[in-house]
Each structure stands twice: as structure tokens, then as C-alpha cells.
């Protein structure tokens, strides 16, 4: 994955800001503060510290902040990244993570996720109307 964003990186093909106003700034602002705040969420449900999900260093809070910072790319993103990206945030956190393993912190994911794709799908929608 990581190489899809250094590829695209090199080619100067995305560019990243965050939307200039409305509900997709603070709600991705918002959904950022809370990838960051994983090891909190993991310490308010009882996991000790060598358990807790850094952003970074296990696959889904990176998942959940690559999918914020490809929002931010908007148009111009890889989408094969995006795709991959989020066939991990949607349905593993609700069908797997959080029954299975109790890592309720990875509703942060699937949240990350579901604004992810809504924005993905009005991008394309709004460029099928032109």
C-alpha cells in the first residue's frame, strides 16, 4: 500500500487539503482527532499498554488515517489504494474486530470507512454531472 502512495507521491499525482468548508472539513478534522486518540479509546476499554493500537504501527488506525488523508485527495487519488483501503475499514471492524476480538476501538475504522466511501461516492457522482 505503501508503495502505491510513494508512487503517486513521485508523480505529484495527489494533492492534499482539506475541503474548505462545510461538514467534510469537521467531520474529517473530527475523525483524525479520533485516529489519534486509538490508545485512549484501548486504555477506557481495559487493554494495558502492550496491547494498545497505535496509529502507525498496527493496520487499522493506518488504515482509518490513510482513508482520511485520500478524502483529502479528492479528485485526483489513487483509487486502486482507496478501494483496498476501505474493503478493510468497512467490513472487517463489524463482522470480525469488534465480535471476535473486543477491539471496539476499531469502530474509529469503520466510521473512517463509511465517511470515506460517502465522499468517494458523491466524487463520482458529482463528476458524472459535468
Do not use: N
Not at 487539503?17 to 485512549?40: D, E, H, I, N, Q
Not at 502507525?56 to 485526483?76: E, I, Q, S, W
Request: include cysteine.
Amino acid at each position: 500500500m505503501s508503495v502505491l502512495f510513494a508512487v503517486d507521491l513521485f508523480r505529484q499525482k495527489m494533492q492534499f487539503s482539506l475541503p474548505a468548508a462545510g461538514w467534510r472539513k469537521y467531520t474529517a478534522l473530527a475523525l483524525m482527532l479520533l485516529v489519534f486518540c486509538y490508545p485512549l479509546f484501548g486504555i477506557a476499554f481495559g487493554h494495558h499498554f502492550a496491547s494498545l493500537i497505535i496509529p502507525g504501527t498496527f493496520p487499522c488506525p493506518t488504515t482509518a488515517l490513510g482513508l482520511l488523508v485520500l478524502t483529502t485527495a479528492l479528485p485526483r487519488v489513487d483509487k486502486t489504494a482507496y478501494i483496498l483501503l476501505l474493503f478493510w475499514a468497512i467490513p472487517f471492524p463489524p463482522l470480525i474486530q469488534i465480535p471476535k476480538y473486543g477491539v471496539y476501538e476499531d469502530a474509529i475504522m469503520f466510521a473512517s470507512g463509511v465517511y470515506s466511501l460517502i465522499v468517494l461516492l458523491r466524487d463520482w457522482k458529482g463528476r458524472d454531472l459535468h
